[in-house]
Nanobody
Framework: QVQLVESGGGLVQAGGSLRLSCAAS????????MAWFRQAPGKERDFVAA????????FYADSVKGRFTISRDNGKNTVYLQMNSLKPEDTAVYYC????????????????????WGQGTQVTVSS
């Protein structure tokens, strides 16, 4: 059974930092694309960042470029999202997602291509 378990969310002041973790289990993820999405109340689920597990290639939404960094630890089967210079508009539930195999660059930000999802972790940034 595939499980993605997020942790690390919380309340932080604007300008602060948080690091989210996504622990993956239940299958081999070595050929997967792993991603972070977020969803604010009343809004759609938006792409944040993605990483190819085997190549390490990364992708970012324009809104987080230069502030967020996605990385992975192969030995721990864990993907991280380091979030710096947080803004109130970053407030959302953050979800980890996994897609077996490669995905085209123009689809990496589409929620529909990801097969597995975590339960989400709340990030709240106060002004």
């Amino acid at each position: 059974q595939v499980q993605l378990v997020e942790s690390g969310g919380g309340l932080v002041q604007a300008g602060g930092s948080l690091r989210l973790s996504c622990a993956a289990s239940g299958r081999t993820f070595s050929s997967d694309v792993m991603a972070w999405f977020r969803q604010a109340p009343g809004k759609e689920r938006d792409f944040v960042a993605a990483i190819s597990w085997n190549t390490g290639r990364t992708f970012y939404a324009d809104s987080v470029k230069g502030r967020f960094t996605i990385s992975r630890d192969n030995g721990k089967n864990t993907v991280y999202l380091q979030m710096n210079s947080l803004k109130p508009e970053d407030t959302a539930v953050y979800y980890c997602a996994a897609r077996p195999g490669a995905v085209s660059v123009n689809m990496v930000g589409a929620p529909s291509v990801y097969n597995y999802w975590g339960q989400g972790t709340q990030v709240t940034v106060s002004s």
